[in-house]
């Protein structure tokens, strides 16, 4: 009984300071102003927008919006935005064919190759990746 009890006990604990590492600050705010937005569901740009964001959720999209006291706000300068894309076919992990993948190359290397590529793909506008 006390063994059930105390692995059950360890179990809650241990998700419990899990979770709390992982944890996002939602009380930041970006303001990004001055922007045209595709949402991908209508056909005409919404031009002349400011986005608002907290934490990592979209909060309020519209003309002349505020932010709180200290939060960063960005000029998008007549820029568009448009919604992450997402990439079903990527090859993150493959340079060469496929007998030097198994054979030649170094698996950190490709691992560390990956992680750049990766980057590149996020400055492409790609925020999810199938490898």
């Excluded at 056909?43 to 999209?61: C, H, R, S």
Aim: hydrophobic residues 45%.
């Amino acid at each position: 009984m006390f063994r059930h009890t105390f692995t059950w006990l360890f179990a809650i604990v241990a998700l419990t300071v899990s979770t709390t590492g992982v944890a996002q600050d939602t009380s930041t705010q970006v303001l990004i102003t001055n922007v045209n937005i595709f949402d991908g569901t209508n056909e005409q740009l919404a031009l002349g927008q400011d986005v608002l964001v907290e934490g990592n959720l979209i909060k309020q999209v519209g003309q002349g919006l505020r932010a709180i006291s200290g939060a960063t706000t960005i000029d998008g300068g007549g820029r568009t935005l448009i919604p992450g894309l997402i990439e079903a076919h990527a090859h993150l992990s493959l340079h060469g064919d496929l007998f030097q993948i198994r054979n030649e190359q170094n698996w950190m290397y490709i691992g560390a190759k990956s992680g750049v590529e990766a980057g590149r793909m996020l400055m492409r506008g790609f925020t999810t990746a199938r490898d």
